[in-house]
């Protein structure tokens, strides 16, 4: 069974940073691509980011400029460095493989807040 581990969320103030870290168990990420994706209150989940085993990037525009995904295939961990947090970025923020797999971890949550 896969088992995704999200973690480094908390609170920050506009224009703050946080950096959020995924570990899986098993062979999910492995040769695949990962994805960060979070879900707003009321909100359906959304795609954020992904990064392709060999490393290739794609952002969601809301996002681009601002957040920077990354991996570590040896330790099978991707992370997620979010610049310049905006009031419309809170959500929980979880990573799965993408396209994603049914099984989705905790998550962690982002909260945006003067």
């Known amino acids: 069974q896969v088992l995704l581990v999200e973690s480094g969320g908390g609170l920050v103030q506009p224009g703050g940073s946080l950096r959020l870290s995924c570990s899986a168990s098993?062979?999910?990420?492995?040769?695949?691509?990962v994805g960060w994706y979070r879900q707003a209150p009321g909100k359906q989940r959304e795609w954020v980011a992904h990064?392709?085993?060999?490393?290739?990037?794609n952002y969601a525009d809301s996002v681009k400029g601002r957040f920077t995904i990354s991996r570590d295939n040896a330790k099978n961990t991707v992370y997620l460095q979010m610049n310049s947090l905006k009031p419309e970025d809170p959500a929980v923020y979880y990573c799965?493989?993408?396209?994603?797999?049914?099984?989705w971890g905790q998550g962690t949550q982002v909260t945006v807040s003067s």
């Open positions: 098993g062979s999910i990420f492995r040769t695949n691509a």
């Open positions: 990064i392709t085993w060999g490393g290739s990037t």
């Open positions: 799965n493989r993408f396209p994603s797999a049914p099984a």
